[in-house]
């Protein structure tokens, strides 16, 4: 019996982990990703929460765990680059695991390989779909006829643009950009602490990540800049105003910023799509519901992959109820999250100094927490 074809947009971590699971539940995956080749880069995210017992089920977690980031604690400054408070943020029995984003998709990748079909430098140009499959139209590569199309291809989405709408009907900014350049190892003196520098409207993180330390800007611009992802000078110019006036370190890593050729920025947003499928076609990740600042995005996309896989396995045949149940199951762990992001941005990046203030006094009640809970553990 013929195997149903599933294309997937995108090879970064939804796409590869759903590759895996399909392969094994008697699908022939094809991942199609616009870029050349997987997607390097420092920046670090943290595998948790639903995300921890799929890895498990792949086997990945003591790679992941080899790879772990070092960092291990939180250092907030004031305005001057005092310290004003330490905070340790994991265990080697948490269970949790902080990795680049580029460690966790060249690890999912590793995995789904051997079984899936990977096509890189090209995207689908146009999607027509009927009652038995979707026609894609690619850039590069000859059209072909699938079962099912998966739309994996993160917050700027491809296959939601082509087959939901514009991306405006579906996206929030929440008033913030994010902007990251890597740096020299040399830049950090302790390569197992992350730094924080806040001030009204703007925070400034330096990160040890595990080889490349990064520096993270998060901010609120004065004048918000056009929205032109590929305006390279126009981010540039938008990062240095917003932290002219930032002291500690802030002149030599936005110098740093400037000096890269292609330093990453976009507006912190939130996607929230009424239904994630139309058809054959349906969303995973950032691209049905992406929720800036939490950091667990990467996370969703792997227990998303899982989910979707199941269901389909669970449906055969009836692609229809097994994307309801997928949507169903996912929307309870999103949804939660997405209430969250907006009182959560106000007080990662407050506006005002009793803001920050409240913010300080919120990390000392979490560092008091966790050295008591620290205390109690070792004494059992």
């Known amino acids: 019996m013929k195997k149903p074809e599933v294309l997937i947009v995108g090879a970064g971590i939804a796409g590869p982990a759903l590759a895996y699971w399909l392969s094994r539940n008697g699908y022939r995956p094809t991942v199609v990703e616009h870029a050349r080749q997987l997607r390097s880069g420092g920046s670090a995210i943290v595998v948790k929460g639903p995300a921890i017992p799929v890895a498990e089920r792949m086997g990945i977690l003591p790679q992941l765990r080899e790879l772990a980031t070092r960092n291990r ?16 943020l994991t265990s080697d029995k948490a269970p949790t695991v902080e990795v680049t984003r580029a460690d966790l998709s060249e690890v999912l990748h590793r995995s789904a390989r051997r079984e899936a079909e990977f096509l890189f430098d090209d995207t689908v140009t146009a999607l027509d779909q009927d009652e038995s499959g ?45 902007a990251t350049v890597p740096l020299e190892p040399d830049a950090i003196e302790d390569p197992s602490e992350m730094t924080m520098l806040t001030v009204p409207n703007r925070m400034l993180v330096l990160h040890p990540s595990r080889t490349t330390p990064l520096a993270i800007f998060t901010f609120r611009a004065a004048q918000p800049a056009p929205h032109d992802r590929k305006n390279t000078a126009l ?76 269901e389909l396995a669970a449906h055969p045949g009836d692609h229809a109820r097994a994307f309801a149940a997928y949507e169903s199951r996912l929307r309870r762990e999103v949804g939660p999250r997405q209430r969250r992001v907006g009182p959560l941005s106000r007080l990662m990046v407050p506006r005002t100094r009793p803001g920050l203030a409240v913010r300080n006094a919120v990390g000392r009640a979490v560092g008091r927490t966790n050295r008591t809970a620290s205390r109690e553990a070792a004494n059992r």
């Open 73 to 88: 604690s939180l250092t907030l400054l004031d305005p001057d680059g005092r310290r004003i408070l330490h905070l340790p």
């Open 134 to 178: 979707v026609d894609v139209t690619f850039r590069r590569s000859a059209p072909r006829r699938f079962d099912l199309v998966v739309g994996a291809d993160g917050m700027h989405s491809t296959v939601r643009r082509l087959v939901f709408g514009p991306e405006r009907q579906f996206a929030s900014d929440l008033g913030l950009y994010g």
């Open 235 to 310: 981010h540039k110019q938008t990062v240095a105003d917003a932290y002219a006036d930032v002291r500690w370190r802030a002149p030599e890593l936005v110098a740093a910023f400037l000096d890269h050729p292609a330093p990453f920025f976009d507006p912190l947003t939130t996607v929230r799509v009424p239904s994630w499928s139309r058809g054959r076609v349906v969303l995973l990740g950032d691209a049905a519901a992406a929720t800036a600042l939490l950091g667990d995005g990467s996370s969703m996309a792997m227990a998303g992959a899982y989910a979707l896989a199941e």
